[in-house]
């Protein structure tokens, strides 16, 4: 790990890969098993060999499809009749609504208000219940509140289960490219990461795994520099990278096997999106976007010979909301000067 003062690693017990094999037979035929394809465009902008896992395919538009259908699956009769909560930037809740749905399970799912509108939406238009509160770390306090009052916690990222299932993606991202020599992952509390993480140093144990936070939901960089969860309220206009902490499981991991997490702008986040768009030809949100301004500061720190792997986590961010967020002000951009 560089450019961190780092504390003593988590104790947290890390998952495995037969943790992760398992969770992708539990979730077979419930979610897509998303492509995996080489993009010329980007490889022309970045000078080196790109290949994109595009989650932002999945069920419900992100990866956590995946997490939210391997912890309803592994629920008992009690703890689904109690009915499940959430709290979401976004994704999570529009993923556990769907599959709780699906499986006749009633939902609760806490979002700041400045979720994006149609992830509110899409979760009510699943049947969900949605709590709005004023911020994320307030929405962690209401699920906090509603659990003691008898729902069953499906949380967005610190469960061996739902991290074992996010780990589903780098086991078919290893599968589908094993040539790749650095995979970059979006982070907000850590799920994801640590799971592609533990499936690509299994079986790709030479590959570098980077983790990337925007400005102010850079959960993952403050717990690294403290050596243990820092509590915080983010400010990043990608709110479904905003958790208010990591966990000591999901810090434990990255501790443990990320090269490094690269913290870029939300500017840089936004105008990553666009690039996505425009050179690769596919519709990501900010969340995914903040891989490019990324990859650049990677291929700086460690040279050409490299072949990059980027897991587009999702795409649930519309045209208006791209064209509102914009106006933050893009590099190079009227705005931005």
Not at 23 to 34: K, L, S
Not at 85 to 90: C, I, K, N
Request: glycine share 10%; aromatic share 2%; proline share 5%.
């Amino acid at each position: 790990m560089t450019d961190l003062t780092v504390s003593a690693p988590c104790s947290a017990e890390l998952i495995t890969l037969d943790d992760i094999t398992a969770a992708a037979e539990q979730i077979a035929g419930r979610v897509v098993p998303t492509p995996t394809v080489s993009s010329p465009g980007l490889a022309a902008l970045l000078g080196v060999p790109v290949t994109a896992k595009l989650e932002l395919l999945q069920r419900s538009g992100s990866f956590k499809a995946r997490g939210a259908y391997a912890k309803l699956l592994g629920l008992n009769a009690a703890e689904r009749a109690a009915g499940v909560v959430a709290v979401s930037g976004g994704n999570h809740g529009t993923a556990l609504s769907e599959a709780a749905g699906s499986l006749g399970i009633t939902a609760t799912v806490v979002m700041a208000r400045t979720a994006p509108r149609r992830s509110i939406e899409a979760c009510r238009a699943a049947g969900a219940e949605v709590r709005l509160t004023e911020d994320m770390a307030d929405a962690f306090a209401l699920m906090d509140r509603l659990v003691a009052e008898g729902r069953t916690l499906v949380h967005p990222f610190d469960d061996p289960a739902v991290i074992a299932a996010q780990g589903t993606v780098g086991l078919e991202f290893a599968a589908a490219a094993p040539d790749v020599t650095d995979v970059l992952v979006s982070i907000g509390g850590g799920g994801l990461i640590a799971g592609v993480a533990v499936a690509i140093k299994a079986l790709l144990p030479a590959v570098r795994v980077w983790g990337v936070e925007t400005e102010g939901a850079d959960a993952m960089t403050r717990a690294l520099a403290a050596g243990a969860p820092v509590d915080f309220r983010p400010t990043s206009i990608v709110t479904t990278l905003s958790a208010p902490h990591a966990s000591p499981l999901t810090l434990a991991h990255v501790q443990a096997l990320v090269e490094d997490v690269i913290v870029v702008s939300d500017a840089e986040a936004v105008a990553g999106t666009i690039t996505l768009a425009e050179q690769a030809g596919v519709w990501a949100e900010p969340a995914a976007g903040c891989l490019i301004p990324a990859a650049r500061r990677i291929l700086d720190r460690v040279g050409p010979g490299v072949h990059l792997g980027l897991v587009l986590c999702g795409r649930n961010a519309s045209f208006a909301d791209l064209y509102r967020l914009s106006g933050i002000g893009l590099p190079g951009s009227k705005t931005s000067e």
